[in-house]
Structure formats: C-alpha cells, structure tokens
C-alpha cells in the first residue's frame, strides 16, 4: 500500500518562503522518481518540479527555476520542496507523486500515486 502525505504548506506573503514535504510509505521508495505538481482553482494540475531516486537530477518548470529546490532523503522516504520568492500566482493545492516508470516525467498521467494534497497561499 503506498500513501504520500504532505505537510508544510500555509499562508505566506509575497517574497516569502516555505518547505513542502512528502513522508512516502513506498518499499522502492529509493529507486523511485519523485515528483511535484500543483493545482489553482479552475485550472489544471501542472508539474512543479521532479527528482530522481538516487537526487542526481532534477527538473523544473519554467516559472518556478531559480526560486524552488526540489531535494530528497531517501533514509527517511521524504521528499521536500523549497519555495522561495514565492509570487501570488503560486497559489495552490500542491501535491506529491511517485512515478514507477523511468526518466524524469513533466505530466499527471506519467505518475503512479499521489498525495492528498497541501494548500499554499502567497497573500499581497
């Protein structure tokens, strides 16, 4: 049974920062990619970043390189989300994955199971 539970999010201001994490209950949780994705009301889930199993390469989306770090530790079967300079337009339910399959996936269907999700809100 895998389960993905993140914690973390909150209401911050403009240019602030927040950690994401995702506790991973996955026996191959090391071997896994690992991935980001995010939500805003009335549009669709879009990819944030990703990590590799071993954490030797990570990709991101354009609006948010520079600004967010994607990391993991694979003893403790988390991983986490640095958000820094967060922008209004941040605002959303994110939420982790795991992806079963090879390479570094950018869309929904590429992952296998998900987390319930945890709200960030960047206020002005």
């Known amino acids: 049974q895998v389960q993905l539970v993140e914690s973390g999010g909150g209401l911050v201001q403009s240019g602030g920062s927040l950690r994401l994490s995702c506790a991973a209950s996955?026996?191959?949780?090391?071997?896994?990619?690992m991935g980001w994705f995010r939500q805003a009301p009335g549009k669709e889930r879009e990819f944030v970043a990703a990590?590799?199993?071993?954490?030797?390469?990570?990709g991101y989306a354009d609006s948010v390189k520079g600004r967010f770090t994607i990391s993991r530790d694979n003893a403790k079967g988390t991983v986490y989300l640095q958000m820094n300079s967060l922008k209004l337009e941040d605002t959303a339910v994110y939420y982790c994955?795991?992806?079963?399959?090879?390479?570094?996936?950018?869309?929904?269907?590429?992952?296998?199971?998900w987390g319930q999700g945890t709200q960030v809100t960047a206020s002005s």
């Open positions: 994955a795991v992806r079963l399959g090879y390479g570094l996936g950018t869309l929904p269907y590429q992952y296998n199971y």
């Open positions: 996955v026996r191959t949780f090391s071997s896994n990619v």
């Open positions: 990590i590799s199993g071993s954490g030797d390469s990570t």
